[in-house]
């Protein structure tokens, strides 16, 4: 990858102009000590941890990947070194409890270090990325002694965690999983069977790995209401907290990948493996559920990573290469040739790019607060609305972030022209990692079929109509608002299309259910340009109010209401060949007999 730059000034223009995290954090704890000067230097500190220690080893990572000898894992040269650092200097626990051994400082201010930490090396992030996973498990459904025993070694990151669900025969239907948790005379479990595709599943940067494992139990009912949930660790931890003997699951071999190659993705063999039931039996995945927003919304941060580092790259180069002359006449007479930044053509697919890794972060973190809320917040009916936010715009943010993410990457190798596809420049690279994203934590269709389905059709729109009425009221106090109206126009009459759209699929799906997965994604996709237009209205309104108060950094913030006039004039008309899509309606997906589909 080019060199990283931590995005510093739109990082804090997103949490402190936009999003006043600095009021958000003092209403949820109810002191003062989060302030803008303690975040801002913790952004800082970790700005600096991200350029200085993982993005110099995010390429070799790739070149050299992770290695498999003898049922034994390395990673990629200075990767261990990097985890080192990032545990002395206390990053795993930032958002952890204080007594669990954490820092208790708020989940969003974790989701900003994670976003730099992915753009600067997505395949490192992973390692302590899945450790979130098995953390939150434990944090919300372990025994006091699971937590004593596991949890403050995962959040001190002296161990790592990983999430087991996926077999070679299923990933999105859990409901069919075949792995057996037989219970043994001491209270706990023999686990059998083979998982596929775990991340950070086995490495050398770590002791001891603490693997969540979801199994069935010998009396378990059919499909997802018979799937428990245990803790399987690597290397079994004894009575006084020393490690004992090796368990039962060893790693059979790791994937050759697309992208991602420095994170090792591992089949691990459980071969009747001590394991640990968490919550109650057979509701395993709903104590899944509890974090699974979470999840995703550092999946989606995926996406903005790749829309931020692609960008980074282009616009250095964009500035630098030469090619041709603008088309009103030259514009750097004193080169052979204008930078191709001139072109309009190049100007749109940079501006794309900004366009969605700006306005993704501002969901994210957005996203991440309501998090906040729904953990922390002291009022019933607020943690209610944070927490129907996060079920209507999670999948939003997951599939719509990674997909535009993945459309940046691909502009970035666009802006380089032949060279883009040459390994030096790490632009493909990007295009490679990111394309992982809109499939894991749920494909696209599927969080399409969520937010269709589950979030808005089963909600009777209710859900859809928590974030509208948003998106209104912000519409009608900024009406009279002479300053925004190009955007508080388009808003607000798109604002209320999205509710007629969705009544007239409503319409067609009670003749046909299958309507809904016919709309589905192009529905997610509409919905996301919607979303993604809030918050670029948002950020416009606020850096016209800093030009008004006469800003010295007039740069800045123009170029932030340029951009947002980009989005609304390039971008949002999309919407309008996503309606045109989603009318197109049912019958010319499912007329064809398979038979007919191929003749060979
Ligand atoms: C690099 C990598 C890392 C991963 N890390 C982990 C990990 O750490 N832990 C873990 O447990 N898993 C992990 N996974 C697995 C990942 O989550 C699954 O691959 C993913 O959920 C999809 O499951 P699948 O591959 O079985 O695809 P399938 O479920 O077979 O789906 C195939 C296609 O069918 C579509 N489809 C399926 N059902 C429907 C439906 N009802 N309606 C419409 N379309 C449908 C899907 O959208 C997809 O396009 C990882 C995978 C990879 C490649």
């Given at each position: 990858m080019p060199d990283y730059k931590a995005p510093r000034r739109d990082i804090q223009f997103v949490m402190h102009e936009v999003l006043n995290v600095e009021d958000h954090y003092k209403a949820l704890r109810?002191?003062?000590?989060?302030n803008r000067d303690l975040i801002d230097a913790i952004v800082e500190e970790g700005a600096k941890f991200c350029e200085n220690e993982l993005a110099p080893i995010n390429r070799s990572g790739d070149e050299e990947g992770c290695g498999f000898d003898n049922g034994v894992v390395t990673t990629p040269k200075g990767f261990k070194e990097a985890y080192q650092k990032y545990v002395e200097g206390g990053w795993p626990s930032l958002s952890a409890p204080i007594e669990e051994g954490g820092q208790g400082l708020p989940n969003s201010l974790g989701i900003v270090m994670s976003e730099m930490v992915g753009t600067a090396n997505w395949s490192w992030g992973m390692y302590p990325g899945l450790s979130h996973g098995a953390i939150k498990t434990l944090e919300s459904h372990g025994t006091p002694e699971q937590k004593e025993r596991y949890l403050t070694r995962l959040i001190s990151g002296e161990w790592t965690g990983t999430m087991c669900l996926t077999e070679p025969h299923c990933g999105t239907d859990l409901g069919i999983l075949r792995t057996k948790a037989e219970p043994n005379a001491d209270g706990s479990y023999s686990i059998s069977g083979t998982k596929i595709f775990i991340s950070a599943g086995d490495h050398d940067m770590v002791d001891n790995i603490i693997h969540i494992v979801l199994a069935r139990l010998p009396d378990a009912p059919k499909g997802t209401k018979g799937i428990s949930l245990f803790i399987v660790p690597k290397v079994n931890v004894n009575e006084d907290g020393s490690l004992g003997e090796v368990n039962g699951v060893s790693c059979g071999s790791i994937e050759h990948k697309?992208?991602?190659?420095?994170?090792a993705t591992c089949v691990l063999n459980f071969e009747g493996a001590k394991g640990y039931l968490i919550g109650p039996p057979n509701r395993g995945l709903n104590c899944m559920f509890t974090f699974m927003n979470t999840a995703r919304i550092g999946t989606a941060l995926q996406g903005v990573a790749a829309a931020e580092g692609s960008y980074q790259g282009a616009l250095t180069y964009a500035k630098e290469r030469l090619a041709m002359r603008a088309l009103s006449g030259p514009?750097?007479?004193?080169?052979e040739a204008d930078p191709i930044i001139v072109h309009p053509d190049v100007r749109r697919m940079l501006l794309t790019q900004k366009a969605f890794a700006e306005g993704g972060r501002a969901l994210l973190y957005y996203l991440s607060m309501q998090g906040d809320i729904v953990e922390h917040g002291a009022d019933e009916e607020a943690k209610k609305l944070a927490d129907d936010l996060m079920a209507f715009l999670t999948p939003i943010a997951k599939a719509f972030c990674t997909e535009t993410g993945l459309e940046a990457a691909n502009h970035g190798v666009q802006v380089f022209g032949g060279h883009g596809f040459i390994r030096e420049w790490g632009m493909e690279q990007i295009v490679r990692d990111t394309r992982i994203a809109t499939l894991y934590e749920g494909t696209t269709g599927i969080q399409a079929l969520d937010l269709l389905g589950r979030k808005v059709m089963l909600t009777q729109g209710g859900l859809l109509k928590n974030f509208t009425k948003i998106v209104h009221k912000f519409c009608k106090e900024n009406a009279d608002n002479a300053d925004i109206a190009e955007f508080i126009e388009p808003l607000a009459a798109m604002n209320k299309e999205w509710g007629d759209l969705t009544t007239q699929i409503g319409m067609r799906a009670m003749a046909n259910q299958e309507e809904i997965g016919a709309a589905a994604v192009d529905y997610l996709m509409y919905s996301g340009y919607i979303t993604l237009a809030y918050f670029w209205a948002l950020m416009a309104k606020a850096a016209k109010e800093q030009l008004a108060a006469g800003t010295t950094e007039v740069g800045f913030y123009t170029a932030k209401v340029q951009t947002a006039q980009f989005y609304f004039k390039?971008?949002?008309?999309r919407t309008k060949s996503l309606v045109e899509t989603i009318n197109g309606g049912l019958d010319c997906l499912m007329d064809m007999e398979v038979d007919n589909f191929g003749f060979y």
């Open positions: 109810g002191d003062e000590e989060v697309m992208g991602i190659k420095a994170s514009k750097c007479p004193e080169k390039r971008i949002l008309p």
